[in-house]
Each structure stands twice: as structure tokens, then as C-alpha cells.
């Protein structure tokens, strides 16, 4: 099994649905992250959490919102999905030694 | 504050021939580096990172990099570049125990037979 998985690995939605993309790890780390990628711009961070009770913003946090069910479970949520959150996600897990562990990813198209 | 900035978007080299990737880095810390390498339609795997050891770092693949305090820089070098090597690459800031990594634009590294 995957250190990192994320769930679903594709998915297609419609504009003004809810949609949840789940991440769980294996690695026993206490810090989650969501980034979104998008080409030519890199990874930019959603939201962090570095333990169950702490969850933060990052840069691009506006029309997300997340949950750290767990220490190894971590959810995204797009409230009301735009096209332009159409993007490539990603969910990592480090720990102390700064090892950063990413997912595969979640393909996410907003029609 | 931390940044980082990838200072080619696009690097092209043929078979055989080294490879420069080049990153300057700001923080107001003592940073921890790192860089990534993600195939077409695939995650991203760690290269290589420098976290205040050694300054000149081996990683996977015949990679390395090397940390330059005074340039602010941790350029990716490898001495012959192989096909498989054809890739997006990230080079990543984490700086002063914040454990947030920041990610440059990346460079996408094409290689020519």
C-alpha cells in the first residue's frame, strides 16, 4: 500500500456542487497538507494542519475548507466547485526529519 | 518569509550531456532544501534534500545539488543526462522549523536523443 492515498484519482464535477477529496497516510506523521497544482505555477499550499486540533490556512485557501478526521486521514472540500479550481491535488505528510511524503494526486475537472 | 524562485521554466539538453537546473532561495532562517522530480501524470518523488549537513548533497539517480549560502542558490547538476530523466522539477524551501514547504514554478527538463 501507498504511504499516501488519495482519493478519488479523477473526478469530474459540475459548477455549484460539494465535492470532497479524501487523504489518508500511513507514515504515522502528525502534519497534512493540501496543495493545488497548476502548470507553470508550481505547488501552492491550501491548508495545513500539524495536528488533529490544528488546522491553517495557506496561500490559496478562499473556496476550500478541510477536516483532520484522524492523524493519518485529512479532507479537502470545495464547497461550491468554479472552473477555475480545475487542478491537479495534492495531499503530503512530513515529518521531523523533513521527509515529505506526496499522494498520487487527484485530477479534479469543474464543468 | 520564504521563496523560491526556478530561474529557467525550460531547460533542453541532448542525451549524454550535462544537466543544470538552477534555484535561488530566500528565507529569513536557515533553510531546509529540497528538490522533486514529477513524471508525466505521475506524484512527485524527492531527489534529493540539504538540511544543514553536508553542502554538497547526492541524491537518486545520479543527482546532486550543491547549498551556497552566499549566492542564496541549490542548483540541480547531473553530470549525463539520460531519457528517463525527461521531467517537471521542483525545487522546495522549508525554512526556520516551520515545516511549510514553499514550491518554485518548476523546470521542465527535455531531453534530446
Known amino acids: 500500500d501507498a504511504d499516501v492515498t488519495q482519493t478519488p484519482r479523477n473526478r469530474i464535477t459540475k459548477t455549484g456542487k460539494r465535492i470532497m477529496l479524501e487523504c489518508s497516510q500511513t507514515?504515522?506523521?502528525?502534519?497534512m497538507y493540501w496543495y493545488r497544482q497548476d502548470p507553470g505555477l508550481g505547488l501552492r499550499l491550501i491548508y495545513y494542519?500539524?495536528?488533529?486540533?490544528?488546522?491553517n490556512k495557506g496561500e490559496i485557501s478562499d473556496g476550500y475548507s478541510v477536516s483532520r478526521q484522524a492523524q493519518a486521514k485529512f479532507s479537502l472540500s470545495l464547497e461550491s466547485a468554479i472552473p477555475n479550481q480545475t487542478a491537479l491535488y495534492f495531499c503530503?505528510?512530513?515529518?521531523?526529519?523533513?521527509?515529505?511524503?506526496f499522494g498520487s494526486g487527484t485530477r479534479l475537472t469543474v464543468v | 518569509a520564504q521563496s523560491v524562485t526556478q530561474l529557467d521554466s525550460h531547460v533542453s539538453v541532448s542525451e549524454g550531456t550535462p544537466v543544470l537546473l538552477r534555484c535561488n532561495y530566500s528565507?529569513?532562517?536557515?533553510?531546509?532544501l529540497f528538490w522533486y522530480v514529477q513524471h508525466p501524470n505521475k506524484g512527485l518523488q524527492l531527489l534529493l534534500k540539504?538540511?544543514?549537513?553536508?553542502?554538497l548533497v547526492k541524491g537518486i539517480n545520479g543527482f546532486e545539488a550543491e547549498f551556497k549560502k552566499s549566492e542564496t542558490s541549490f542548483h540541480l547538476t547531473k553530470p549525463s543526462a539520460h531519457m528517463s530523466d525527461a521531467a517537471e522539477y521542483f525545487c522546495?524551501?522549508?525554512?526556520?522549523?516551520?515545516?511549510?514547504?514553499?514550491f518554485g514554478r518548476g523546470t521542465s527538463l527535455i531531453v534530446h536523443p
Open positions: 528565507s529569513s532562517y536557515s533553510p531546509s
Open positions: 507514515k504515522g506523521h502528525d502534519r
Open positions: 540539504y538540511t544543514s549537513a553536508a553542502t
Open positions: 494542519s500539524f495536528d488533529v486540533k490544528d488546522i
Open positions: 503530503a505528510t512530513s515529518g521531523v526529519d523533513y521527509g515529505y511524503t
Open positions: 522546495v524551501v522549508s525554512a526556520g522549523g516551520s515545516y511549510i514547504p514553499t
